[in-house]
């Protein structure tokens, strides 16, 4: 299994410091050395090597995938942010502003994304009374046109619970409400103190497969970390330091950007084994604007190719390796460990944290749902995805927009380098 179980720890440890912001005894003598020491040439486990991730994403897939999530079908995300904690009564909410969401008024958001939580064109919305009425039936009846038994194939909601690696939102509950991504992008809210401490402490002791050697992070109320006096947005070298350098980590740093391009390759993975799902001719990124869901899947599917002839994909197989019997316990336990975290997510106190904390989490969760669901296996790539295989708006976009944080966190990557390289 190797690396399988520590990638979590890149996820939490890596990922969202860089978007949100006892060494050797002759350490390297520049801070970018000190930072990027292990961050060069092959991964663990993996065939692919960092300079070559770098390449790929910075110059070939991260300009094409910004703007893409900047397309309506992608930047408004439904999202209850009102769930109860489910573990603690005692959470209080952030109060400071830059912990504030802003949800979307109801004439903000397309009316064919608001009537397609989980249809993906025109034509199956104007089926849906029908569809869902044999839905209820439990079967698909024969005295329905040949047109609506294939819509009921294809659209009506399945039961892949034994999928999921996610606790499903309740998109559905009135409390959910749209929000633009864009207009609440993530930064570094100020949200700290014992809660924050306690969520990622629970995380990291109670959720995460992870070896002995790895420590979780420091904790900033006895370190003093995360003290913020100016509100500037920029590039904050300090923070970058107190992160990731080899020798204020304890040697940690390092390995969480390390582990940063271990969780790209596995949602890049993801992404290429999924792409005959995107390229049925009936599935469209249905928001009602015909000409622009046009463009919108040439683009997605243009990406996903690109995506597809990346020559170093990492092997899922390797995730549970070994007796059959055993590998299906470990995924059944990573899983449940998951789904665990993603309820954890609603005891976050900052709602800006909490919308991209689900979101990031849902995205993973359905990265690994594709790599590991045996309906999308047993049916690709010769016949093409089953329709019992299925993925919702909501997890197509928090997919897309979870590996747009990853990739934007690599190319973030190259421009702290750059800064570091003339500081001793």
């Known amino acids: 299994m190797g690396r399988g179980w520590g990638f979590l720890f890149g996820l939490l440890g890596a990922v969202w410091l860089l978007s949100s912001g006892h060494g050797e005894e002759q350490p390297p003598e520049t801070a970018a050395q000190r930072c990027f020491c292990q961050v060069s040439g092959y991964l663990d486990d993996c065939t692919c090597d960092v300079e070559t991730i770098d390449r790929f994403n910075n110059y070939r897939l991260f300009p094409r995938l910004q703007k893409l999530l900047e397309s309506d079908y992608f930047r408004y995300y439904k999202v209850n942010l009102k769930r109860p904690c489910p573990f603690w009564n005692d959470i209080s909410q952030c109060g400071r502003r830059d912990c504030a969401v802003k949800p979307c008024q109801s004439d903000e958001v397309p009316d064919g994304i608001k009537s397609a939580s989980y249809k993906y064109s025109e034509e199956a919305n104007n089926l849906i009374e029908e569809c869902e009425q044999a839905e209820r039936l439990g ?86 970390q995360e003290t913020w006096l100016e509100k500037k947005w920029g590039h904050n070298i300090t923070e970058f330091q107190q992160r990731f350098d080899g020798i204020l980590t304890e040697g940690e740093g390092p390995r969480r950007l390390k582990n940063l391009y271990f969780l790209y390759l596995i949602e890049l993975r993801a992404l290429s084994k999924v792409l005959p799902f995107f390229e049925r001719p009936d599935f469209q990124l249905f928001t009602g604007n015909k ?107 928090s997919l897309f927009n979870a590996f747009g944080r990853i990739s934007t966190s690599v190319k973030e990557l190259e421009n702290f380098r750059n800064l570091l390289q003339n500081i001793h």
């Open 139 to 224: 079967a698909v009846d024969e005295s329905l046109s040949e047109e609506t038994q294939k819509a009921v194939l294809q659209w009506t909601k399945h039961d892949d619970s034994s999928d999921n690696f996610c606790e499903a939102d309740d998109i559905q509950s009135p409390e959910a409400e749209y929000v633009d991504l864009l207009l609440n992008p993530e930064r570094y809210t100020g949200y700290k103190g014992p809660d924050a401490w306690k969520i990622w402490n629970v995380i990291y002791e109670e959720n995460c497969f992870k070896p002995q050697t790895i420590k979780r992070p420091l904790n900033p109320l006895a370190s003093g």
């Open 291 to 397: 000409i622009q869901d046009e463009e919108n899947k040439m683009l997605l599917l243009e990406i996903l190719h690109e995506i597809k002839s990346f020559p170093l994909h990492f092997d899922e197989n390797s995730f549970f390796a070994g007796d059959k019997k055993e590998a299906h316990k470990l995924k059944e336990d990573f899983r449940l460990h998951f789904r665990n975290i993603s309820r954890i997510m609603d005891c976050v106190g900052c709602f800006k944290c909490r919308l991209w904390g689900k979101l990031q989490t849902q995205g993973l969760g359905t990265a690994l749902k594709i790599l590991f669901s045996e309906k999308l296996i047993a049916n690709m790539p010769e016949s093409g995805p089953s329709y019992e295989f299925h993925l919702t708006r909501q997890e197509i976009v």
